[in-house]
């Protein structure tokens, strides 16, 4: 089980985007995870009117590496750490480990 998953809301703790919040848009792989808004860059695009892509300057978001990020905590909106544990019936869940509270159901 992953401890950081789509749809998560997370906090960058190391690097030039420290601090900023984000929704993970996606997982790339084993370790690295592309989120809404940050690690953007501009790269220039050639023009390619076969697949109807228009050339120019274009922002897009590259992947950042998942030691790089930790879930954010709303109620201690903080960035948080997360472990897994297993419950009474069987099934895995992730918590955070300040609260201990249960971070999806």
């Given amino acids: 089980m992953r ?16 601090g900023k919040r984000g929704v ?16 953007l860059v501009r790269k220039h695009q050639k023009p390619n009117p076969g697949k109807s892509i228009q050339g120019g300057i274009v922002e897009k978001s590259l992947p950042l590496h ?9 109620v201690t909106n903080k960035a948080d750490k997360v472990g897994i544990r297993l419950l ?18």
């Fill in 3 to 18: 401890k950081i998953k789509k749809g998560d809301q997370i906090v960058v703790i190391a690097g030039r985007d420290k």
């Fill in 24 to 39: 993970v848009l996606s997982l790339e792989g084993e370790n690295k995870l592309i989120v809404e808004g940050i690690n």
């Fill in 66 to 74: 998942i030691s790089n990020v930790a879930l954010f905590n709303p």
């Fill in 88 to 105: 009474a019936d069987g099934r895995k869940v992730r918590f955070y480990k300040s609260t201990s509270e249960v971070v999806d159901i």
